[in-house]
């Protein structure tokens, strides 16, 4: 398998001390995870270096030979603005300090044993580098309305604009190393979502689901961390945890929204520390998985309300992608029919039927709570009971009707006042009659989907049509 180096771009360590440098890439590379490094201990080389190689972060150290480390600081403020210069000194001087940030350095540390605290200032430093890259490219594709790998949502149809906004801001995020929240009602296609980030990511390591609404705090650090041999009676055999089965790949965290509060702690620690413990064992293993998460539950809310924690809630959120319902995205309905019909066309063996065109009318009038689940499963149940040449509109109705709405939401059902405006109120006949005319419109002259809109029966709207033509 294809190791999958991080971050995505090179990080350059520039110092005339080759032991530092050594131990310092060391430190990076082991307890900080970070594997993209190079070093170099001639400051002369870095300006070349830089036109060979895409790096994206700088350790520079401040007091060398030939070319200092302010000097060299500067000259890449002027030809690599975008490049991130943490500067790594012998010296605690404010003074050094100051300028170095006014050269444009995105941080300067004092040269410490304190590992942890180098590692951490590399990856806020990381960090910053991925968002601005991200920004960039998020900027360079909205530009060009174009998607580079549309293969990777070959699965989601659709031809709406805003899910194919959500598509051009997948591309721009997939490579990073940070979670992707994924947010959306029941049905939606946040699973199918989740593929597509796993498609373009950056490794070719398996795609993990593990659906985690209920699992109590054992069962989820049992799942996610795995055991070793008798750490638990009936433990018997050591098992790996979904992080490590993910290995470079991706671990879905489905109905994040349901994580009881000691397990959210849990997942915190792991995305905080990268590392965990399989149970029953005191050697971290890494975690090289990518983490997408998704829920249909409104995440802000359980925070505020206090069930979901703040701190998780925002490490969560690094990437953001909400797929909107389909009842906001109707334009997607008739591609998503021809598309569910060819697919029950082939599980039931038969020809793909054609449907009255009202029927794509009536689809459009319900809210499906549902979602694309629900359409789906709509169509399949109407594909089970066809036997002739054109697809019969019953089952459909019938399955809205099950779910307890009448088509067409109508101003006047969702409470607004349909007659705001009106200087002078039409007549009960009259209004009966536009009433009438404009359900009959709307549902292209179907009488039964105007009936339903209407809420009154097919016989009496047509008893009610045959009135209105006397008149
Ligand atoms: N755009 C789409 N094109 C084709 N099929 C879709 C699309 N979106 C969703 N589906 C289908 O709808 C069903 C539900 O999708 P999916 O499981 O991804 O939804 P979900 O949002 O993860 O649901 P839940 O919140 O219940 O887990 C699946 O059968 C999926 O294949």
Known sequence: ????????????????????????????????????????????????????????????????????????????????????????????????????????????LVKTDDEDRIIDAVRRAIRMQELQRENKEMRRRFLNDRLECPQAFAQIVTQNKAMRSIFQYIEAVAKSTQPILITGESGVGKELVARAVHNLSRSDGPLVSVNVAGL????????????????????????????????????????????????????????????????????????????????????AQKRAAGSFRK???????????????????????????????????????????????????????????????EMRSMVFDAMSVHNSRMLSMTPFLNAMEEQGERPAPSAAGSGENVFYGCDELPTLGEAVEQLVNEAMRRCEHNQSIASRILGISQPALSKRLKLLRKE
């Open 311 to 373: 701190d998780l809630y925002y490490r969560l959120r690094a990437h953001h992608v909400h797929i909107p319902p389909l009842r906001e995205r109707k334009d997607d309905i008739p591609l998503l029919l021809d598309n569910f019909l060819e697919e029950a066309a082939r599980l039931f063996d038969k020809k793909v039927p054609s449907y009255p065109k009202e029927l794509v009318t009536l689809l459009s009038t319900y809210s499906f709570p549902g979602n694309l689940r």
């Open 216 to 299: 109590d705090d054992s069962v989820f650090a049992d799942t996610l961390f795995g055991h070793r041999k008798g750490a638990f009676t009936g433990a018997d055999e050591t098992r790996s945890g979904m992080v490590e089965q993910a290995a470079e790949g991706t671990l879905f965290l489905d109905e994040i929204g349901d994580l009881s509060l000691s397990c959210q702690v849990k997942l915190l620690r792991l995305l905080q520390e990268g590392e965990f413990y399989p149970l029953g064992s005191d050697i971290p293993k890494q975690m090289k998985a990518r983490i997408v998460v998704a829920t249909h539950q409104d995440l």
């Open 1 to 108: 398998m294809k190791e999958a180096l991080y971050p995505a771009f090179g990080v350059l360590l520039v110092d005339d001390e080759p032991p530092w440098l050594r131990s310092l890439s060391m430190s990076l590379e082991g307890p900080g995870g970070i594997t993209n490094i190079t070093q170099v201990s001639d400051s002369r080389q870095v300006l070349a270096l830089l036109e060979q190689q895409d790096f994206g972060l700088v350790l520079l150290d401040l007091t060398m030979p030939y070319l200092s480390g302010e000097e060299l600081l500067s000259k890449l403020a002027e030809e690599h603005p975008d490049l991130s210069v943490l500067v790594m000194s012998g010296l605690n001087q404010v003074e050094t300090a100051v300028r170095c940030m006014r050269l444009g350095a995105f941080d300067y």
